[in-house]
């Protein structure tokens, strides 16, 4: 049977290598109009279409992004990085036209958001301004990360390399992440590391970034309360100490005072007068 070439393409999955996110055959407007209406679910402060289509540096950026990589698909080089150049200038998002992204990519205020070329992001991810999705290497193949279905990066933070970010997980503001990341956690820290599976919530999309645990902040406070340990044990200690040497020194005990007679018998001077007895 033919294929349907306008079928969804499946969702990615959280394997050690996640599948390109390919689009399905749509129109540039129904894309685009996708990613307006996301907004609208994603950020409070957006009140109606006009105002995102006018006003979120965003959803220009990633409007003209899908018309540039259009392009670069059917083997134009020189076009595509000028559209991407004037979207940068005006909206102070660089995307490279070849970056490969999914349906409903929400970039929340836009500025400083830099991604490389072969950079991959699935369907449903969030971006907060000054992400940067780098590379780190001149080779001219993979060297830039990709992300899952659902992810959601902090403000600030870098993922730098051609490592996998798995469906579902949360970078924290300012993280640098440098290694592969499982689906479904939250990564903090420089280096990013792992701190806790993703909380169950309610709504489409975890956006609490205020919940976000500091293993920083928890470390010092586990070593506040070794020292407050510590301290309680000293202080029960020296209680026990004075409380022994308060009962040694009571009345029925003491001997009263230091003297000859402590130790030994004491000395009788008549020892030494001449016996007058013969």
């Known amino acids: 049977m033919k294929r349907d070439m306008n079928a969804a393409s499946p969702p990615l999955n959280a394997a050690p290598a996640l599948a390109e996110p390919a689009l399905p055959r749509r129109s540039w407007w129904?894309?685009?109009r996708e990613d307006v209406r996301c907004v609208l679910e994603r950020d409070p402060a957006a009140r109606s279409l006009l105002e995102v289509w006018t006003i979120y540096p965003g959803v220009q950026a990633i409007a003209l992004h899908r018309l540039a990589h259009a392009l670069w698909r059917r083997g134009w080089r020189y076009g595509p990085r000028w559209i991407s150049f004037v979207s940068r200038w005006f909206t102070q998002v660089d995307i490279h036209p070849g970056a490969k992204?999914?349906?409903?990519f929400f970039i929340d205020h836009g500025a400083g958001v830099v991604i490389g070329e072969t950079a991959e992001i699935g369907h449903d991810v969030t971006v907060y301004h000054g992400v940067t999705l780098?590379?780190?290497?001149w080779s001219a193949g993979k060297r830039h990360p990709t992300l899952g279905n659902h992810v959601?990066?902090?403000a600030g933070a870098k993922i730098l390399g051609p490592i996998v970010?798995?469906?579902r997980a949360r970078i924290a503001a300012n993280s640098v992440v440098i290694d592969a990341v499982p689906a479904g956690v939250t990564v903090v820290g420089i280096p990013g590391r792992v701190v806790t599976p993703r909380r169950a919530t309610t709504h489409g999309f975890d956006l609490d970034?205020?919940?976000?645990?500091?293993p920083v902040a928890k470390a010092i406070a586990c070593l506040l309360d070794r020292v407050a340990q510590l301290e309680r044990q000293l202080q029960a200690q020296s209680q026990a100490q004075a409380s022994r040497v308060s009962v040694m020194s009571t009345p029925e005990t003491a001997c009263g005072g230091c003297?000859?007679?402590?130790a030994e018998p004491g000395f009788d001077p008549s020892l030494l007068q001449p016996s007058t007895t013969e």
């Not at 003297?259 to 402590?262: G, L, M, P, S, Y």
């Open 152 to 154: 959601v990066v902090g």
């Open 165 to 167: 970010v798995g469906n």
């Open 30 to 32: 129904s894309l685009v």
């Open 134 to 137: 780098g590379g780190t290497s």
């Open 101 to 104: 992204i999914g349906m409903r």
């Open 209 to 214: 970034h205020h919940l976000i645990p500091d």
């Open 259 to 262: 003297n000859d007679h402590c």
